[in-house]
T-cell receptor
Framework: DVKVTQSSRYLVKRTGEKVFLECVQD?????MFWYRQDPGLGLRLIYF???????EKGDIPEGYSVSREKKERFSLILESASTNQTSMYLC?????????????FGQGTRLTVV | AQSVTQLDSQVPVFEEAPVELRCNYS??????LFWYVQYPNQGLQLLLK??????LVKGINGFEAEFNKSQTSFHLRKPSVHISDTAEYFC????????????FGKGTKLTVNP
């Protein structure tokens, strides 16, 4: 089974802190994604990465950055956390069959910024 | 660019009743279509997918969906729901160009009552 693991289920951080959300996948996938989930808004793409050290902005990258130093690990960074970044964060890694088939998701990290 | 509209944000039903969750998409290119389910405090899990071929797709837990190209719809159905089907359901689309980027709808919260 593909495993996508997010390091924390729940986090509470203070406004202005630098926050790291970690995601690890164990299937040697090249592609990894970070989404943010908010009630009534569904999932919105923050950043994605097609390979080590490669990253591309998604639909809502402001206030975030990412790091992909190793293939299995994709980190989401909140440079200076703000209360409007309180949300559920989901990491995903899709299979790489000939046709796009399925994205595997981590359990999510519920971040509260106080 | 693709977009997905889930027409109902909440759907309450009684146990053993049939249910349909509606999804419409827009895209200028051919697409792949997906339904994901999210149980409380968990990540997303693939329910079913349409890639090509038969327009009626069967998934896990007795769910099925029908791709209708002329109506750009991909509605999810189950003939008889259980309490355990209570969850949030997300419709998603990706283009067949291989970008592997999923665009999600805002979700439909299905509540099955006894």
């Amino acid at each position: 089974d593909v495993k996508v693991t997010q390091s924390s289920r729940y986090l509470v951080k203070r406004t202005g802190e630098k926050v790291f959300l970690e995601c690890v996948q164990d299937m040697d996938h090249e592609n990894m994604f970070w989404y943010r989930q908010d009630p009534g808004l569904g999932l919105r793409l923050i950043y994605f990465s097609y390979d080590v050290k490669m990253k591309e902005k998604g639909d809502i990258p402001e206030g975030y950055s990412v790091s992909r130093e190793k293939k299995e690990r994709f980190s989401l960074i909140l440079e200076s956390a703000s209360t409007n970044q309180t949300s559920m964060y989901l990491c995903a890694s899709p299979t790489e069959a000939e046709m796009n088939t399925e994205a595997f998701f981590g359990q999510g990290t519920r971040l509260t910024v106080v | 660019a693709q977009s997905v509209t889930q027409l109902d944000s909440q759907v309450p039903v009684f146990e053993e009743a049939p249910v349909e969750l509606r999804c419409n998409y827009s895209s200028s290119v051919s697409v792949y279509l997906f339904w994901y389910v999210q149980y409380p405090n968990q990540g997303l899990q693939l329910l079913l997918k349409y890639l090509s071929g038969s327009t009626l797709v069967k998934g896990i837990n007795g769910f099925e969906a029908e791709f209708n190209k002329s109506q750009t719809s991909f509605h999810l159905r189950k003939p008889s729901v259980h309490i355990s089907d209570t969850a949030e359901y997300f419709c998603a689309v990706s283009d067949q160009g291989g970008s592997e980027k999923l665009v999600f709808g805002k979700g439909t919260k299905l509540t099955v009552n006894p």
